[in-house]
């Protein structure tokens, strides 16, 4: 294990305009090329449902698996030699998922779909949720990779002693900010883990403001980096020796409660 270097891409995405909104992010993924003292990023983050932004007419513009949208994740991930993730709408069946795509830099690629769908703006009558948990490798590191919503919900994010990060990609309104930081922190604290959110900036179509607040916080709830509400790229080094330390003086993962998880 060894330190890993995050790159979260932090921006306005322009409502179901998933060709505008590409273009848009490619000269923020050029600045990961210089991320940890120019050695480049290790994992590029894009926010949550980033083609199109959280809208009610997103399914009209819904990506297909293997699609334009995945496409060009395999050609930044190859580009950056990094993996580089966000979510996006995507056509199953007859229905559609909030998926993200987890794209390595050899093209392979794997998946997560949202599993808590937020009905406070009907998006449960609108996707399918998904079922199962998401675990991830990179340079030794375990990563659990989650949806904006996904992070109220503790049950759901609980380290079981199987990843030493999580990450959580989202279109988290700034009504609600000091939710998504504290949130955030928790997770971190709780499960004795790095965390990392990406979040947007901007207006919606419905002049929902979204105030971004991208960040990362370290295993004690210290935070790493803060985004606040600029645009940008934003890197920052996680210290696999940090973790290891902590987790060693501090273990409180040995008290932790059994439990299984139905879904």
């Given at each position: 294990?060894?330190?890993?270097?995050?790159s979260?891409?932090?921006?306005?995405?322009?409502?179901?305009?998933?060709?505008?909104?590409?273009?848009?992010?490619?000269?923020?993924?050029?600045q990961?090329?210089?991320?940890?003292?120019?050695?480049?990023?290790?994992?590029?983050i894009?926010?949550?449902?980033?083609?199109?932004?959280?809208?009610?007419?997103?399914?009209?513009?819904?990506?297909?698996?293997?699609?334009?949208?995945?496409?060009?994740?395999?050609?930044?991930?190859?580009s950056?030699?990094?993996?580089?993730?966000?979510?996006?709408?995507?056509?199953?069946?007859d229905?559609?998922?909030?998926?993200?795509?987890?794209?390595?830099?050899?093209?392979?690629?794997?998946?997560?779909?949202?599993?808590?769908?937020?009905?406070?703006?009907?998006?449960?009558?609108?996707?399918?949720?998904?079922?199962?948990?998401?675990?991830?490798?990179?340079?030794?590191?375990?990563?659990?990779?989650?949806?904006?919503?996904?992070?109220?919900?503790?049950?759901w994010?609980?380290?079981?002693?199987?990843?030493?990060?999580?990450?959580?990609?989202?279109?988290?309104?700034?009504?609600?900010?000091?939710?998504?930081?504290?949130?955030?922190?928790?997770?971190?604290?709780?499960?004795?883990?790095?965390?990392?959110?990406?979040?947007?900036?901007?207006?919606?179509?419905?002049?929902?403001?979204?105030?971004?607040?991208?960040?990362?916080?370290?295993?004690?709830?210290?935070?790493?980096?803060?985004?606040?509400?600029?645009?940008?790229?934003?890197?920052?080094?996680?210290?696999?020796?940090?973790?290891?330390?902590?987790?060693?003086?501090?273990?409180?993962?040995l008290?932790?409660?059994?439990?299984?998880?139905?879904?």
């Open positions: 294990m060894q330190d890993l270097t995050l979260l891409i932090q921006t306005d995405i322009i409502p179901d305009n998933p060709e505008a909104n590409l273009d848009r992010y490619e000269p923020l993924l050029e990961a090329r210089q991320a940890g003292q120019g050695r480049g990023s290790d994992l590029v894009l926010p949550e449902v980033f083609t199109t932004g959280f809208s009610a007419t997103a399914r009209d513009h819904a990506e297909r698996e293997g699609g334009r949208a995945y496409e060009w994740l395999a050609h930044w991930a190859k950056l030699d990094a993996v580089v993730t966000g979510s996006l709408v995507v056509a199953e069946g229905g559609h998922v909030n998926r993200l795509v987890w794209m390595s830099p050899d093209g392979h690629y794997q998946q997560y779909d949202k599993r808590h769908l937020f009905r406070m703006a009907g998006e449960h009558k609108r996707y399918k949720a998904g079922q199962k948990r998401l675990l991830v490798e990179l340079k030794g590191w375990r990563i659990l990779p989650m949806v904006c919503y996904d992070l109220r919900f503790p049950v994010s609980r380290n079981r002693n199987d990843y030493d990060l999580a990450l959580y990609v989202a279109n988290w309104p700034g009504a609600r900010s000091l939710h998504w930081r504290r949130l955030l922190q928790a997770r971190a604290i709780e499960n004795l883990s790095f965390v990392a959110g990406v979040n947007r900036i901007g207006l919606d179509e419905k002049d929902q403001h979204y105030t971004g607040d991208s960040a990362i916080f370290g295993p004690a709830g210290e935070a790493i980096l803060d985004a606040e509400d600029r645009a940008g790229c934003f890197s920052g080094v996680l210290s696999a020796e940090r973790l290891t330390h902590y987790r060693e003086s501090f273990p409180a993962y008290d932790a409660d059994e439990f299984d998880l139905k879904v």
